[in-house]
């Protein structure tokens, strides 16, 4: 169809992932992605109207094809180069030890 398509995450209190938007830069894109067909056209292009779903995890499939991007605030990463023909990636939100966090940010202040 052509086009990205774009899911939104949140982390919840049970550090699921709580996807809580889906939305496609064409109709068509939606259409496909609409489990009971509904889609509204917004700003950034055309949104999948789905109720919020919790997953302990995400699994994709990375290849050349989707070209395949995870961004997390304004970072982007793209997980395409990472990869040679495709492979699957599992994503899940883990706990950063307290002591890399400190670490972190004494290097940030020009400590350590």
Known sequence: FGGDVRERFEVAGDRSLLRTRVVTDNAASAEYYAWDGRIA???DGFEVVV???????????VDQVGKHR???G???IALFPMVQGSAPARLD????????R???????????
């Open 41 to 43: 056209p917004v700003a």
């Open 51 to 61: 109720p919020p779903q919790a997953y302990a995890e995400l699994v994709i499939r």
């Open 70 to 72: 995870l961004r997390i």
């Open 74 to 76: 304004d970072r982007e």
């Open 93 to 100: 939100v883990a706990r950063e030890p307290l002591i890399s």
């Open 102 to 112: 400190i670490v972190r940010a004494v290097d940030q202040d020009g400590g350590c």
